[in-house]
């Protein structure tokens, strides 16, 4: 009789508590900057992460706003893609005629941005013009720029000689010719990228730095041939707001320190360039205060210019080379975020290198022994978690390929038309990223001690 009675008091008391409120995680979908394919394919997952969780935590997106320029990215997404020589049978490559019209589409597109391209009168160093810069701003922009021209002409003829391989007839070493060409233009993009991001962030550290506005008016919304892959100039935004004014609105809407209330944690998903967050000062103390931050692959490719985000995240995007397999090892098989994965499995994907990265100042997850396309041994991480202030920070690389994320992909992404990693690869992929979001939302305990692993 009185264990019945316990019990009934127990359960009694059970039902009385009240259930947990679901984490609230806000997807950042808005890139100022290359356009990742894969942004809607990361979002779906997440969202779907979300239903299968029983209730543990909940999805709000910019891309719901109504000022999201989701047509304006779709329209960019497919002007590059269209131009991008096809890998496979001859079947899937484009026709003469269209090559020769999309050179000429990208020509023109560089000569606005500064790339050199046709119908350009000379290139420039910059995509953009500095609003409003004063003379001292603008000298010293024009000699930082010099030593740029030279690698905005070697983008131009590196594109054009990528254009005459992929118009030449199959056959034998037709196909390695346009892979290398393709891996040259990589190299030449990201030699330009990287000049001009050392460029601006010698003139931030000067008395001559930069406003926002003239950051943004200077690297344009979108880079003429594409920190973190191949760019392309975006489509035209709907009349009345320009693309940059709606990623401000969008970012103010969700990213405003009053709102940043509702939230408990925040992924980045693949964004790209300096994002106008409305108060960059209290978005750092939101984290550091308490609350998650997720990046996923590009988001190291955004706020080069904000040293906080970079401290925060761990490291900066400095380039990556051509898709290809590598061993992925894995250097803390004790923590829930790399549970099972075994050491060396293959994963092909668009590797990443990192600047302003220390490995004592990160708890490393995943990570490369060898550089994945020069084969040079070495730390290379992939993924990492970290605390800030008393905030949770989970970041991978991976994530740019369909296949990486997407189980029933039927390609590796729209360049690689091929379906190179299995099933087994984008189910593991995706339960890391669930178990580094349910990190940064504080569901689940990690070791995240910093130091060298």
Not at 1 to 15: D, H, I, P, Q, Y
Not at 104 to 116: C, F, I, K, L, Y
Not at 158 to 177: E, H, N, Q, V
């Amino acid at each position: 009789m009185k264990k019945t009675l316990l019990l009934s008091l127990v359960l009694a008391l059970a039902s009385s508590i009240p259930a947990a409120e679901p984490k609230r995680l806000l997807l950042v979908t808005v890139t100022s900057g290359f356009v990742h394919a894969a942004i809607p394919i990361s979002e779906q997952m997440v969202r779907d992460m979300a239903k299968a969780s029983g209730g543990e935590f909940t999805i709000i997106s910019t891309s719901d706003s109504p000022n999201y320029p989701g047509a304006e990215y779709k329209a960019t997404i497919d002007a590059r893609d269209a131009r991008i020589p096809r890998e496979g049978a001859p079947d899937n490559r484009l026709s003469a005629a269209q090559i020769q019209a999309n050179l000429a589409n990208g020509g023109a597109a560089a000569g606005r941005a500064g790339g050199g391209g046709r119908g350009a009168a000379a290139p420039a160093a910059f995509p953009g013009q500095a609003t409003g810069a004063s003379t001292t701003q603008q000298a010293a922009l024009t000699a930082l720029g010099q030593p740029i021209i030279p690698l905005v002409t070697k983008v131009a003829d590196a594109r054009t000689a990528l254009g005459a391989a992929s118009l030449a007839g199959p056959g034998p070493g037709t196909a390695g010719d346009i892979k290398a060409k393709a891996d040259a233009l990589a190299a030449a993009e990201q030699a330009l990228a990287t000049a001009r991001a050392d460029a601006l962030a010698k003139i931030q550290s000067s008395p001559d730095r930069l406003s926002a506005a003239q950051m943004l008016a200077l690297s344009g919304t979108a880079p003429a041939g594409g920190r973190g892959g191949r760019g392309g100039a975006p489509a035209a935004p709907a009349a009345g707001m320009t693309l940059a004014e709606k990623n401000a609105a969008v970012l103010k809407e969700y990213l405003s320190p009053e709102v940043l209330k509702n939230y408990d944690a925040v992924a980045f998903l693949s964004t790209v360039g300096e994002l106008p967050l409305p108060d960059r000062d209290a978005f750092f103390k939101w984290v550091a205060d308490g609350h998650g931050f997720i990046g996923i692959h590009a988001a190291s490719d955004g706020l080069h210019m904000t040293p906080e985000y970079i401290k925060m995240l761990g490291g900066e995007f400095s380039g990556h080379g051509s898709h290809s397999e590598v061993a992925v090892v894995n250097l803390d098989p004790t923590s829930p975020l790399t549970a099972g994965w075994k050491n060396g499995i293959m994963i092909t994907e668009e590797w990443y290198n990192f600047k302003n990265y220390d490995r004592s100042q990160v708890h490393v997850l995943l990570a490369m022994e060898s550089q994945p396309n020069s084969g040079a041994p070495g730390h290379y991480p992939i993924s990492w978690i970290k605390p800030y202030g008393t905030g949770r920070v989970f970041y991978t690389s991976l994530g740019h390929r369909d296949d990486v994320l997407d189980p029933k992909a039927d390609i590796g992404d729209a360049e690689f038309k091929v379906r190179y990693n299995p099933p087994a690869t984008a189910l593991m992929v995706q339960q890391h990223i669930l178990t580094g979001i349910r990190y940064a939302l504080g569901l689940i305990k990690a070791d995240d001690a910093i130091g060298t692993r």
